[in-house]
């Protein structure tokens, strides 16, 4: 018995000396969750009222009615939740998105996902106010059409990465043409979308959160089963070929479960910019391409930078709530023409 103990340490000290990286991503892991949990307990604790970390965990256990209660229960709890599973929603389906399109500047607004999710869920808003919980379903279905007319248009004895872009960008601008068509229409109505639109978690509730959880509990599982089509079409189409990989099954099924978690935080969080494109290009840089690491670190890393935003966005500029899609697009503006300087995407890859 000894024997084997003995036999497993030393294999599993193989293993890591054969790979020196897995400690830096193990480690990369655990400071990404440990961002989360500060970025989590930051916005729990920070607000119009700061209330101390202490009391919310008094709170959290005992429930004792108090303003502290009324305050974390029915609006920070509900928010902070609802920012962990956007950022996580939007993180991983750029990282999705990046590896189909073998582009580090992808992510899901590139090819009409976002725009055609944001139609749909502006109609439902404006046209069928009553049918406000069909949102997430509307927006995933804006979503998948748009993907779907993008990847039929790019469709030539196959769709390469280049043509898929290219086609995005054309259903980006119909999708936001008959978006402003729609609001221009139901004028009267527009304020109710307009901060939407700019993207922001304002005015959110556990309603939100019951709405959206099944949808995301699904793409989290699908999310599982995709990590090993991820990983074989980051060698290429000939290559993936060869090992008997069918690639635009693949490439359809990665990019299903990337509409489907854009979709997901379009409908409660609106249009979020640039969370999809930093995050996973910036984990990739630290823990390399394979899925099996990047994903988890870029769904902590994406949560924790958007709970940290919403907190931002929501109290340093107080008595006004700055739209945390505004902040995050301060953000990532920069950070995408640092890429394109560098000669990353499209023009370095044609």
């Not at 790019?154 to 280049?162: I, V």
């Not at 609001?183 to 109505?189: E, K």
């Not at 953000?331 to 890429?339: D, N, R, S, T």
Request: proline content about 5%; glycine content about 10%; aromatic content about 8%.
């Amino acid at each position: 018995m000894n024997a084997e103990l003995e036999a497993s340490k030393a294999s599993g000290s193989s293993a890591l000396a054969q790979d020196p990286r897995r400690w830096k991503r193990l480690a990369a892991i655990i400071v990404a969750l440990l961002l989360l949990i500060v970025a989590f307990l930051y916005g729990m604790s920070t607000g119009a009222v700061s209330i101390p970390i202490r009391t919310i965990w008094a709170v959290l256990v005992n429930r004792e009615p108090s303003t502290e209660e009324q305050i974390i229960w029915n609006f920070r709890l509900p928010r902070t939740l609802l920012a962990v599973l956007v950022g996580m929603a939007l993180s991983v389906s750029g990282a999705f998105m990046q590896g189909v399109m073998r582009n580090p500047l992808a992510d899901p607004g590139i090819i009409g996902v976002s725009a055609g999710a944001g139609l749909m869920a502006v109609i439902i808003m404006l046209i069928l106010p009553e049918m406000i919980y069909l949102v997430p379903a509307a927006a995933f279905i804006g979503a998948f059409i748009a993907v779907m007319v993008t990847y039929s248009l790019a469709w030539k004895r196959g769709a390469s990465p280049l043509r898929i872009i290219l086609a995005g960008v054309a259903v980006n601008a119909l999708a936001g043409a008959v978006t402003s068509g729609v609001m221009q229409l139901y004028s009267d109505r527009v304020q109710a979308v307009l901060p939407w639109l700019s993207g922001g978690l304002g005015g959110v509730s556990w309603y939100h959160l019951q709405m959206v959880l099944p949808y995301f509990a699904v793409a989290s599982v699908l999310s599982v089963f995709a990590v090993r089509h991820a990983n074989i079409l980051l060698l290429g189409d000939d290559a993936a070929k060869l090992l008997g990989q069918k690639t635009e099954r693949s490439r359809l099924f990665l990019i299903f479960i990337s509409t489907l978690l854009a979709g997901i935080a379009v409908s409660v969080s609106g249009l979020i910019g640039f969370v999809g494109l930093v995050v996973p290009h910036m984990v990739r840089l630290i823990v390399g391409n394979n899925y099996n690491y990047l994903l988890p670190v870029s769904a902590l890393g994406g949560a924790a930078l958007v709970v940290f935003a919403d907190t931002a966005a929501r109290s340093w500029f107080d008595p006004l709530e700055l739209p945390v899609g505004i902040l995050l697009a301060v953000i990532g503006a920069p950070f995408f023409l640092y890429l394109l300087r560098r000669g990353g995407g499209i023009l370095g890859r044609t």
